[in-house]
Each structure stands twice: as structure tokens, then as C-alpha cells.
């Protein structure tokens, strides 16, 4: 009995190992994708850096400090004991933009940022659907292979029972065949439905973010629920609350923010200098000495060949941004009806059986 017991308890062990498939529902999945899909991580990191990069037009361009050292042959009352003493300056300027330039380039990038967010929201919804779908999938496929093995142990038993009655001359040839063609086939579909469940697994593992190559076990599926909802409503919430379109809209916010800044470019920027000269060899303080100030403004004399060619590409730029608009309106609201139908068309179906 002993000698009995030991292979028993040594194939025990593989048998706990080999059924390490792991039970996943899908709300469990679905968190493991949020946190670790890397096409969402992409999108995260780049929503990061464009709220980053609204900082850049936010603030005036940087002073200029200038330090200059003017070596000439001086006139008699500038010599210094026989020495000729050269010319020192500091000067520190300041390029002020048109004060509705800095807030309107802000403005444009802030709404940037706000469609790369919705961005975000949008691919976080795909990668949600995508799961969900997988998941289906998978469970369906795996399923059909139970469901068509039970039937193919029972093709087996009756092509043995007619193998029998052919060796009795019960049955003709014709029978016998017939059965075989008929296990066959649905041995090769048993093989197609358990590539593609492999296939939906290799998938699924893709989109968790995962390296591994562990096997994921799909749990009972949940009971059908009802939608409170009509199809109007669903179209509704699609124009409001779908990512989508909140980023097409924001877009569309950034073009009108450059239409805007485009024709902004004819007024004057500013430019302010302040500058102090040497006394007795040295830069002179506040309350003495030499000093100069500056401001200055910038012309846009040549504004037929610049100015105007950014209003016009601002302009059409826009207008191609209410086109996108439209259109992604368009495609929201087809969309959403498109999967009201199907929705209800599989409750039907379902009801049905």
C-alpha cells in the first residue's frame, strides 16, 4: 500500500500546480488594465506635460543684461594722467508683449491641455472597452469548446456503436463514414474555438500591461441587466459627456483663442532699457552719475506679407475646427445609436432563447 501511495501523492503535486488559473472578474480586470495598460499610461503622460507646458506662456519673455566695454582714443579732457580710460555701461532690458498676447497664447495652450485630458478620458474608456469585449470573448470561446466536447464524446460513442453495427453488417459503409466525416468536423472546430480563446487571452494579458504568460480563468457570467434609458437619452449623454468630443470641442476653443491672438499680432510689443555709465572707473550708483532710459515698440510695418497671412491660416484654421466639431457630433450620435440597436437586438435575442 505504501509503494501504491507514493506515485499517487507524487503526481498530486503537478495537478495542484497545473490548475494555477486564476479566477479574475471582470471589475477586477478592468482596474488591473486601468492601472497598468501602457497605451493609457502614454496618454496620461502626455496629458502631464501639456498641463506643464501651460507654465511656459504664462510669464513675460526674460530681462536681457548687457555689460559693455568701449575701447577708444578719448579726448584730452578724458585722459586720466596721461591714460586713456575706456567707456563702461550696464543696461538691463525688458521685452513687455502686448498685455492680451500673454493672456490669449496662455489661453490657446490651456485648451490644448484640457483636449489631451479628454484625450485621456476617451482612451480610458476604449481600454475599459476593449477589456469587456476580450473578456466576452474569451468566455464565449471557451464555452463553445465545453459545449462542443460534451457533443463530441457522444459523436465518439455513436461512431463506436456504428463501427460495431458495421461489423455485424447492421449498418452499411455509408453510415459508418458518415459518422467519422461528422467527428471530424467537430473535432477541427473544437481546435478553431481553443485558438481563438488563446488568441482573446494572449489579448487580454496585453491589455492588463502584464509580461507573464499566466492563464486567466473566466468565472460565471453575470445576469443580463436592463438599461433605464431610451435611445434619445443615450444620444444626449453621448453629445454631453463623451470624451470624445469634449477634446474635439476644446480644440476647437484653442482655434478660436489663435484666431483671435492672430489678429492681436498688429499691436505694438514693448521694450523698456535702463542704463548707467562709469564715473572715475567705476559703475556709478543710483543717486549719481550718468544714466540713461529707453523704451521702444516694435512696427509691424510689413503686416501684408506676416500679420495678414496668420490671420488668414488663424481663420481657416478655425474653420476647419468647426468642420472636426460637426462631424465628431456626427459620429457621437451615430455611434450611440448604433449600439442602442444592438443592444437591444441582443436582449431580444437573448430573451428569445
Known amino acids: 500500500m505504501l509503494l501504491m501511495a507514493t506515485p499517487i501523492l507524487a503526481v498530486d503535486k503537478p495537478v495542484v500546480q497545473a490548475a494555477v488559473l486564476e479566477k479574475a472578474s471582470l471589475s477586477s480586470l478592468i482596474q488591473e488594465a486601468l492601472k497598468n495598460n501602457p497605451r493609457l499610461k502614454a496618454a496620461k503622460y502626455r496629458t502631464e506635460a501639456a498641463k506643464a507646458r501651460v507654465g511656459l506662456f504664462r510669464n513675460i519673455p526674460d530681462p536681457m543684461v548687457e555689460y559693455e566695454y568701449d575701447k577708444i582714443t578719448p579726448a584730452a579732457s578724458m585722459t586720466d594722467g596721461g591714460k586713456v580710460r575706456p567707456m563702461k555701461s550696464l543696461a538691463v532690458s525688458q521685452e513687455i508683449p502686448f ?16 483636449a489631451l485630458e479628454q484625450e485621456y478620458k476617451e482612451t480610458e474608456r476604449a481600454v475599459i472597452k476593449d477589456v469587456k469585449e476580450v473578456y466576452a470573448d474569451l468566455y464565449l470561446n471557451r464555452r463553445k469548446v465545453d459545449f462542443i466536447k460534451d457533443s463530441l464524446s457522444l459523436t465518439h460513442q455513436f461512431v463506436e456503436v456504428t463501427n460495431k453495427k458495421y461489423a455485424v453488417n447492421k449498418v452499411g459503409q455509408q453510415d459508418v463514414l458518415r459518422a467519422q466525416v461528422e467527428y471530424s468536423k467537430m473535432s477541427n472546430i473544437v481546435i478553431l474555438f481553443e485558438k481563438e480563446a488563446k488568441i482573446a487571452e494572449s489579448l487580454l494579458i496585453s491589455l492588463l500591461g502584464r509580461d507573464d504568460d499566466s492563464s486567466i480563468d473566466i468565472p460565471d457570467a453575470d445576469p443580463l441587466k436592463d438599461l433605464d434609458f431610451k435611445e434619445g437619452d443615450i444620444v444626449a449623454l453621448a453629445k454631453k459627456d463623451r470624451p470624445e468630443l469634449k ?37 556709478s550708483r543710483l543717486d549719481q552719475g550718468q544714466w540713461t532710459g529707453m523704451i521702444g515698440i516694435n512696427v509691424p510695418i510689413w503686416f501684408w506679407g506676416k500679420q495678414l497671412s496668420g490671420v488668414r491660416e488663424a481663420r481657416a484654421n478655425l474653420e476647419a475646427a468647426k468642420a472636426d466639431y460637426k462631424s465628431a457630433e456626427n459620429t457621437a450620435v451615430f455611434e450611440a445609436k448604433s449600439a442602442f440597436a444592438k443592444y437591444e437586438a441582443a436582449c431580444k435575442l437573448v430573451k428569445n432563447l
Open 99 to 114: 498685455p492680451t498676447k500673454i493672456f490669449m497664447r496662455k489661453k490657446s495652450v490651456q485648451k490644448e491641455a484640457n
Open 247 to 283: 477634446s474635439v470641442r476644446e480644440m476647437l476653443g484653442k482655434a478660436e483663442a489663435e484666431s483671435s491672438l492672430s489678429k492681436q499680432e498688429f499691436f505694438p510689443d514693448i521694450t523698456l532699457k535702463y542704463k548707467r555709465d562709469e564715473v572715475d572707473g567705476k559703475i
